[in-house]
């Protein structure tokens, strides 16, 4: 349930805006996606320029990105705090968020919540006046049919998020599969993260409520900060 929409030379004036951001001494979370890709780049420039920075991955995809760029990595476990995170979004309403297209929500947030401030980089086919995107949730593989029965009653309506280019379904990080939960438009994201939070079986959903400390948003001249 990848996003499209965007061009490429705004994702990479919202990556670049974002990864000034990035100081001498910074341990910096690195978001997955498009998006995020062009921020690690830009931390990769940085740091063959001299800049001291370590980078902690969200993902498998944005781990290998680092290593290809030469942005040192760490772990939570091992730094004394994260500085900030630059992540993506599959859409925003203000500060809040739909997470998830690329499956690597779980960890994303726990490396975003952990972040002093979050930098979220998106381009303008990201915005919303409310959120109505499908709400990926990551859930243990025993507890999918429950899970889904659960989002049933909350009023939505889950889909097994399925593989491109091979059988079967989508398997995260961690080992899980993912559904997609359509609630139509997200009149209380709050009331929603907190139902969702609270069904046994499921791991992490893609509400980032309240979460985004700036809105860096690529155009075709540079790039619109919004901050809350």
Known sequence: MKTTGGSDAQKRAAGESAAEAVE??????????STAAH??????????AGLDARGIPTSFQSREL????????TTLEEADGVDLAIDGADQFSGPHLVKGGGAA?????????????????????????????????EVLPDARTTVADEIRALGGTPTLRRAERKD?????????????CDFGEIDAPATLAADLSQLPGAVEHGLFVGMADEIHVGTDDGADVRRF
């Open 105 to 137: 929500h779980a960890r994303e947030k726990i490396v975003d919540a952990a972040a002093d401030r979050l930098l979220v980089v998106a381009d303008p086919s990201k915005a919303a006046d409310r959120l109505d995107r499908p709400v990926p949730v």
């Open 39 to 48: 921020a690690i780049r830009a931390v990769g420039r940085a740091v063959d």
């Open 66 to 73: 680092a290593r290809e760029v030469g942005v040192p990595l």
């Open 24 to 33: 001498d001494g910074t341990v910096v979370g690195l978001g997955t996606g």
């Open 168 to 180: 079967g379904p989508v398997v995260t990080d961690n080992g899980n599969l993912v559904l997609d």
